[in-house]
């Protein structure tokens, strides 16, 4: 008959492997990461290893009961053999339970002769049943998440910040010819005049998004979930193209700015590029706006090196670390300007430009759905209006690297 002291040692034994496993995931997770363990994580280690404690001072009586009572068996055994004639050691060893194996297990990695001895007879004895014998029970294993190398921030337009969408077409209203004041010539003559003129630059709508069609099977037998997976991917191609639209059209409207010479820059160089631009994107918008600067990751090979993140008190900047490249917001700053990386921006190519020399609009209409019962298939689409506008392409500045 099992006994229910062996059952709940090796459940005992069971929650202390998961509990100590628990604990040095979490461990390796931050070890990957070369950090701390954060204040969340310390908490759950620290209920956890309190846990483990406990459950060997509850296990402690009954580890003792249970020797007791395996000893107990073994000698009422031991006399019966002597009082049979037959003293011999036993050829087979039948365990009660599954506990009581484990307890021997456990046992004999703490150095018992007999419990070691058990099992040696046990698995002579018995025939293994390996993997091979079943294939199958073995569902094939997903280990992780779908792998998916695709980049959905969008730095740029994040940068500026997109503004609603009034309709497919509208006019930014901007102000092309200003009032006029002078120095009066002398008393009562007539002071300077100049109307106010404002124009309109017309802005344009496009519409962005794409679609799959996906049969119902595979939606109902996938692991995980594929239309989840279908989603968030056409999302992602949707902020990759929002960027490049903008990047685009930022880009071949810019004002030419300074140039960096081939081959290796120092730190000066690189900082004197980026106050000569910010000036040009001041002047032009008269200091509205907030200066940043877009770099595409090649440039962050020619920018990082010459600011490493050492602060020295004569620096101009506090430092770049690749950490922060995938992060989607500034990766350090040169001059007190913010850089920001985004793929979208062409090689040997960094845009410094004002807030208010450029502006962003999005209405994003999301995931649509529609289904086909004809052919057992759901078709899912995702789609969104963009549009751009260059306010004052003397805010927008090109620095270019010579190759």
């Known amino acids: 008959m099992p006994r229910n002291t062996d059952a709940m040692l090796a459940r005992y034994v069971g929650e202390i492997e998961d509990r100590q496993q628990f604990i040095d995931q979490m461990v390796e997770a931050a070890q990957t990461d070369e950090r701390d363990?954060?204040?969340?994580?310390?908490?759950?280690?620290?209920?956890?290893?309190?846990?483990?404690?406990?459950?060997?001072?509850?296990?402690?009586?009954?580890?003792?009961?249970?020797?007791?009572?395996?000893?107990?068996?073994?000698?009422?055994?031991a006399l019966a053999?002597?009082?049979?004639?037959?003293?011999?050691?036993?050829?087979?060893?039948?365990?009660?339970?599954?506990?009581?194996?484990?307890?021997?297990?456990?046992?004999?990695?703490?150095?018992h002769a007999d419990a070691r001895e058990r099992l040696e007879l046990f698995h002579r004895a018995a025939a293994h049943q390996t993997t091979a014998d079943n294939p199958g029970l073995l569902p094939e294993p997903i280990v992780g998440p779908v792998v998916n190398f695709i980049d959905a921030a969008r730095p740029l337009v994040a940068a500026l910040g997109p503004r609603q969408l009034p309709s497919g077409n509208w006019t930014r209203p901007r102000v092309t010819q200003h009032t006029q004041v002078g120095q009066q010539a002398g008393e009562k003559t007539e002071l300077v005049s100049r109307k106010m003129?404002?124009?309109?630059?017309?802005?344009?709508?496009?519409?962005?998004?794409?679609?799959?069609?996906?049969?119902?099977?595979?939606?109902?037998?996938?692991?995980?979930?594929?239309?989840?997976?279908?989603?968030?991917?056409?999302?992602a191609q949707y902020a990759i193209e929002t960027e490049a639209h903008a990047a685009?059209?930022?880009?071949?409207?810019?004002?030419?700015?300074?140039?960096?010479?081939?081959?290796?820059?120092d730190a000066d160089a690189v900082a004197g590029a980026f106050w000569g631009a910010a000036a040009l994107a001041i002047d032009a918008t008269h200091g509205a706006g907030r200066i940043f600067a877009v770099a595409p990751p090649q440039m962050m090979g020619l920018i990082g090196p010459v600011f490493p993140p050492i602060n020295p008190a004569d620096a101009q900047s506090a430092g770049f670390s690749t950490a922060a490249l995938n992060s989607g917001g500034p990766v350090g700053s040169v001059a007190g300007?913010?850089?920001?990386?985004?793929?979208?921006?062409?090689?040997?190519?960094?845009?410094?430009?004002?807030?208010?020399?450029?502006?962003?609009?999005?209405?994003?209409?999301?995931?649509?759905?529609?289904?086909?019962?004809?052919?057992?298939?759901?078709?899912?689409?995702?789609?969104?209006?963009?549009?751009?506008v260059v306010i004052e392409a003397g805010g927008v500045v090109k620095i270019a690297k010579t190759p």
Do not use: C, H
Request: without cysteine.
């Open 337 to 388: 300007i913010p850089v920001y990386v985004s793929s979208a921006i062409p090689d040997n190519t960094i845009l410094v430009l004002s807030s208010a020399a450029a502006e962003v609009y999005e209405d994003r209409i999301g995931a649509l759905q529609v289904v086909e019962p004809s052919v057992l298939g759901v078709q899912v689409a995702y789609a969104g209006y963009f549009a751009e």
């Open 248 to 265: 685009t059209d930022f880009v071949a409207a810019a004002t030419a700015g300074p140039t960096l010479p081939t081959g290796p820059n």
């Open 81 to 111: 053999r002597r009082m049979s004639g037959s003293p011999d050691r036993p050829r087979e060893v039948e365990y009660r339970s599954a506990g009581a194996y484990a307890i021997d297990v456990w046992r004999s990695g703490l150095g």
């Open 37 to 77: 363990l954060a204040p969340q994580e310390l908490e759950l280690v620290t209920r956890a290893r309190d846990r483990i404690r406990e459950v060997n001072e509850l296990m402690a009586p009954l580890e003792e009961a249970a020797r007791i009572g395996d000893e107990s068996a073994d000698r009422i055994a």
């Open 197 to 235: 003129v404002i124009g309109a630059l017309p802005v344009t709508a496009v519409t962005l998004g794409g679609y799959v069609n996906v049969s119902r099977q595979n939606i109902d037998w996938s692991q995980p979930a594929v239309m989840d997976i279908v989603i968030q991917d056409l999302a």
